[in-house]
């Protein structure tokens, strides 16, 4: 079956650094953008990384830029997201995702403690 799985969620106190990972089953991420999309407790969806299969280009909002970094590793069919400084407006559930065939993983928890 065709899913994105994502791991590395976790408990963190703030400027500590976490790596999410995003395992793909039956799927390439060769010929895909790539995303990495995140909601606040109680706020709507926040695009937090772009990646493009090939050229490798990334895009990173405001918020993230300098802090975070998405890359993939076609091999593993595997995408990550670096985050480090984490600070608690980083609190949120963190999804990987193909925009262009609409596919989603389930999520990970990131909590940024106080």
């Known amino acids: 079956q065709v899913q994105l799985v994502e791991s590395g969620g976790g408990l963190v106190q703030p400027g500590g650094s976490l790596r999410l990972s995003c395992a793909a089953s039956?799927?390439?991420?060769?010929?895909?953008?790539m995303s990495w999309v995140r909601q606040p407790p109680g706020k709507g969806l926040e695009w937090v990384s772009n990646?493009?299969?090939?050229?490798?280009?990334?895009y990173y909002p405001d918020s993230v830029k300098g802090r975070f970094t998405i890359s993939m590793d076609n091999a593993k069919n595997t995408l990550y997201l670096q985050m480090n400084s984490l600070q608690p407006e980083d609190a949120a559930l963190y999804y990987c995702?193909?925009?262009?065939?609409?596919?989603w993983g389930q999520g990970t928890q990131v909590t940024v403690s106080s």
């Open positions: 995702a193909s925009p262009g065939s609409g596919l």
């Open positions: 990646i493009k299969a090939g050229p490798g280009t990334t």
């Open positions: 039956a799927f390439t991420f060769g010929a895909y953008y």
